[in-house]
C-alpha cells in the first residue's frame, strides 16, 4: 500500500496552512500518520511539584490542578473549574496554588485526606510565589506597600506577616525556617527567620544579587549574580558559611535542593549537583528553562517541549538513571481501537490497566476506568467505549459526550458475558452471555434495553454487528463451521455459508467477509463475501496462491493479512481493499513500521508500533469520518447565545484562530461569508473538507474583512 493523498485533503491541508499558524490536531489529513504519545503530560506554562507520595501539573487548557498519586498511578483534578491558577505545590497531604477567584491573586489549599479546600490569604491577596513544606507555607503579598512574606501554619490555622522590609519575595520553607529574598539594602539578599525562636536574620548579604533560594532543613541553595555569569552557591544556617557549587563559564538558575542534592538549570540543561562533594551531572539537554526543575528523594521532574511545540512534564529516576513515565495515561499501551474520531486502548501500568480514550480532532487523552479496575479489549463508536472487566465479569460502557460510566451486564440478573466476544456499533452492543446455553444479546447503551437475538448449542467463533445486521461462525463439527447472518428489523437468521472451514467473519457496508480454507491442488486461506442485497456469495480476490486470513471490515474497506508476495510464507503483510471500488487502498504506514494489533473501525486504521523501540499506538486515517446522527450539528437556526462571532481578522491578529479550531472541532467551527450582507453564506469546517474547491471560491470571492467565525456551543 503507497501513501497517496487525495485531491481535496490535500488541497485542505495547504488551504488551512497558508491561513492558520499551529498544527491543529484535526488538520492531519488522509494518510498522515499520528503517533499518539502521552507518556509525558502536556502541562501548561504554571509550575509543577514533586513530593514523596504525589506530583501535581495543570494540564493545557485546564483550569483545575492534576494531584497525581505516584504509587498507584492515578490521578484526581481538584480546585474549580473557573478561575485562573499558578504555581501548583505539594507536600505531605496538602496542595496549595495562587488562584484569582476572588478576584486577587489568593493562596488556596487542598487537604488531600479531607477533600476540603480552604482559603489561605485575606481575598485580596497579590501574591507571586507559594511553597509548602510540612505544616508551613509561606507566600509573599504585594497587596500592602511594598512586598512582604507571609505564614500560615496548618495545625494552628493562624496566619502570620513574617518580614516587615516591604522588598521581600520569593519566599522558601522548610520544617524550621523560612527564607526568602529581599531588596532591602538596595540588591536582593538572603535572609531567613527562624519558626521557634521568631526571630529574623541576614543569611547572605554580599555582593551582587543572592535570588531564588531554595531551603531543605538548615541548607539554603541559591543563585549568586555577582560575577560575570551567575552561579549556584549554598549557605549553611548551622555554621554561618557559604559555599559555591559551580564557577564555570555560563548561567545557572532556578536551584531547588533536597537534602544533598541540588538540580538547576544551566545554559538550558537539567543538572544535578551534589552539595557535599561539589560535583555535578547533566540529567536533560535542552529542557525548558523558564520552569524551575524540581526534586524529592530519587526523582527529578522537569518540562521539556516536543517537536510540536508542546510542554512535556518529564519525570527522571536518578538511581536507575532514565526517563519514567507519569500521568494514569502513561504506561505500555495494548489493545488498541478506533473509530473514525476516537482511539482506545489499554495503559498498562505497574499497578493498574486504564482504559485511555484519545480524540483525535482536539490531540487529548483521558483515562475513563476507576483506579481498581482491571480492563480488558475496548472498543469504541463514535458515541460509547466498551470494555471487559475482569475484577467484575461484566461488560462496562462510557458515554463519551456525557463522561459517564455505566456496568452494562450484571451477574444478578443472570448475565454473564463471554470476556471477548463482544462487539460494538454506535449504541448497539453484541455480546454472548454464557450464563447457560450461550445466548446472542444486542444492548442498546442509550436506553439500556437488552434484546435477545438467538440460543446457540456452543459459543461462537467469532461475532459482529454491523447496523441492522448481525453475524456470527458457529462451529458444526471438527474444523467445520457455518456463517450465519441475522436481521434485526425482519427477527430472521441465514445460513450464508454451511460446514467450511473458517474460524471468523466480518460485517461491511451490505456484506459479510471471511477466510475460508479450500482443499485443493492448492490449499489456501482465500477470502470470500457474501453480498447481502442479491443473496450470493463470491471470492474477494481472484488468488489462489499462498493465504490471505483474518479480515476486519469496517464500511466498504477490508483489511486483511496476505502472504503472496512475501519471500517466505510466514511472513505475513497486511493489505486493504475496497469492496464497493475493488480497489486496493493506497495508503499504508511508514515502512519504518515495527506494527502489531492492527485494527480497523470507522474511517482509520490503529495499531501498536515498535519503530522507536518503545511501543505506542499510531493511527491513519484512510477516509473521512462519516457524520453522525446525533446531535453535535449546529442548529441551523440558532438562537441568540447558541455560538459566539468574531472576524476571522481579529482571531488572525490575536493569535487565537488554531485555539478556536481545536476547541470547537469539525462542525461546531463555521465560516460566515459575506457576513452582514444579503450574500451571507455559512461552511463549517467539516462541509469545508469536503468541497475545498468551494471553501476557496468563497474565500476569494468574500475577502477576509468580510468573513466571520462563528462558534457553536
Do not use: C
Not at 512535556?312 to 495515561?329: A, F
Not at 495494548?334 to 474520531?341: A, E, F, L, Y
Not at 467484575?392 to 466476544?421: C, H, M, N, R, W
Amino acid at each position: 500500500m503507497k501513501l497517496t493523498p487525495k485531491q481535496g485533503w490535500l488541497a485542505a491541508a495547504i488551504l488551512v496552512t497558508s491561513l492558520w499558524s499551529g498544527t491543529p490536531a484535526f488538520a492531519k489529513g488522509i494518510g498522515d500518520e499520528i503517533k499518539i504519545d502521552v507518556s509525558q503530560p502536556e502541562i501548561a506554562k504554571t509550575g509543577f511539584d514533586i513530593s514523596a507520595d504525589y506530583a501535581v501539573w495543570m494540564v493545557e487548557g485546564d483550569k483545575t490542578i492534576t494531584l497525581y498519586e505516584l504509587d498507584d498511578n492515578s490521578e484526581l483534578k481538584i480546585g474549580d473549574k473557573s478561575s485562573t491558577k499558578t504555581s501548583p505545590r505539594v507536600d505531605g497531604n496538602y496542595v496549595v496554588w495562587l488562584d484569582t477567584r476572588d478576584g486577587g491573586s489568593d493562596v488556596y489549599m487542598y487537604d488531600i485526606s479531607k477533600k476540603k479546600e480552604t482559603l489561605l490569604s485575606s481575598g485580596s491577596a497579590k501574591a507571586s510565589h507559594v511553597e509548602i513544606s510540612g505544616k508551613n507555607v509561606v507566600w509573599d503579598d504585594k497587596s500592602q506597600d511594598g512586598s512582604d512574606i507571609y505564614q500560615y501554619n496548618i495545625t494552628s490555622g493562624d496566619v502570620e506577616q513574617i518580614s516587615t522590609s516591604g522588598k521581600a519575595s520569593n519566599p522558601t520553607v522548610s520544617d524550621t525556617y523560612i527564607a526568602w529574598q529581599d531588596e532591602r539594602n538596595g540588591n536582593a539578599d538572603i535572609f531567613y527567620y527562624n519558626l521557634k525562636t521568631k526571630s529574623e536574620k541576614p543569611g547572605v548579604t554580599s555582593r551582587g544579587d543572592q535570588l531564588n533560594p531554595s531551603i531543605y532543613g538548615d541548607q539554603i541553595t541559591y543563585e549568586e549574580d555577582s560575577d560575570e555569569y551567575s552561579q549556584i552557591s549554598t549557605y549553611s544556617i548551622a555554621t554561618g558559611k557559604t559555599k559555591k557549587l559551580t564557577t564555570d563559564s555560563s548561567d545557572k538558575k532556578s536551584p531547588h535542593g533536597y537534602k544533598d542534592s541540588v538540580v538547576f538549570i544551566d545554559d538550558g540543561d537539567v543538572v544535578l549537583g551534589d552539595v557535599d562533594s561539589g560535583g555535578s551531572k547533566i540529567v536533560k539537554r535542552s529542557v525548558y528553562d523558564k520552569l524551575p526543575p524540581k526534586i524529592y528523594g530519587d526523582y527529578v521532574i522537569f518540562a521539556k517541549t516536543d517537536s510540536d511545540d508542546k510542554l512535556r512534564l518529564t519525570l527522571y529516576d536518578v538511581d536507575e538513571k532514565e526517563e519514567l513515565p507519569i500521568g494514569s495515561t502513561a504506561g505500555e499501551p495494548s489493545q488498541p481501537d478506533g473509530h473514525d474520531r476516537y482511539v482506545v486502548y489499554i495503559s498498562e501500568g505497574s499497578r493498574n490497566d486504564s482504559v485511555i480514550l484519545y480524540d483525535v480532532e482536539k490531540g487529548t487523552s483521558k483515562a475513563i476506568t476507576k483506579l481498581d479496575a482491571s480492563p480488558s479489549r475496548p472498543l469504541v463508536s463514535n458515541r460509547y467505549v466498551v470494555w471487559f472487566d475482569d475484577s467484575d465479569d461484566a461488560l462496562f460502557s462510557y458515554d463519551i459526550k456525557k463522561g459517564v460510566t455505566k456496568q452494562v451486564t450484571d451477574e444478578d440478573d443472570d448475565q454473564l458475558p463471554d470476556d471477548k466476544l463482544y462487539e460494538l456499533d454506535g449504541n448497539n452492543l453484541l455480546w454472548v452471555n454464557v450464563d447457560g446455553r450461550p445466548e446472542l444479546v444486542v444492548t442498546d447503551l442509550s436506553t439500556s434495553k437488552s434484546t435477545d437475538i438467538v440460543t446457540l448449542k456452543n459459543e461462537p467463533l467469532s461475532i459482529d454487528i454491523y447496523e441492522k445486521y448481525v453475524s456470527w461462525v458457529q462451529e458444526q463439527s471438527s474444523n467445520k463451521a457455518s456463517v450465519f447472518l441475522y436481521d434485526m428489523d425482519e427477527e430472521d437468521d441465514t445460513e450464508i455459508r454451511k460446514n467450511v472451514q473458517v474460524t471468523q467473519a466480518q460485517l461491511g457496508e451490505n456484506f459479510v467477509v471471511w477466510s475460508e480454507y479450500t482443499d485443493s491442488t492448492k490449499p489456501s486461506w482465500d477470502l470470500y463475501y457474501y453480498d447481502i442485497d442479491r443473496g450470493k456469495t463470491n471470492s474477494l480476490l481472484r488468488f489462489s496462491d499462498r493465504d490471505q486470513i483474518n479480515p476486519q471490515s469496517s464500511r466498504n474497506m477490508v483489511l486483511f493479512e496476505d502472504n503472496r508476495l512475501s519471500p517466505n510464507k510466514k511472513d505475513f503483510y497486511h493489505e486493504m481493499y475496497d469492496v464497493e471500488d475493488g480497489s486496493y487502498s493506497d495508503y499504508a504506514w511508514d515502512d519504518k513500521a515495527e506494527v502489531e494489533d492492527v485494527r480497523i473501525g470507522g474511517n482509520r486504521l490503529v495499531w501498536i508500533d515498535k519503530r522507536d523501540s518503545t511501543p505506542y499506538v499510531y493511527t491513519l486515517a484512510f477516509d473521512r469520518p462519516q457524520d453522525d446522527d446525533d446531535d453535535n450539528e449546529p442548529n441551523p437556526d440558532p438562537e441568540p447565545g447558541d455560538y459566539k462571532e468574531y472576524t476571522i481578522l481579529e482571531l488572525m491578529t490575536d493569535g487565537t484562530l488554531t485555539d478556536k479550531m481545536n476547541e470547537a472541532g469539525f462542525k461546531n467551527f463555521v465560516m460566515v461569508f459575506f457576513a452582514g450582507t444579503s450574500k451571507e453564506e455559512t461552511m463549517s469546517l467539516s462541509e469545508a473538507f469536503d468541497d475545498m474547491d468551494r471553501m476557496a471560491d468563497l474565500f476569494e470571492q468574500s475577502g477576509l474583512d468580510k468573513i466571520n467565525i462563528r462558534i457553536y456551543k
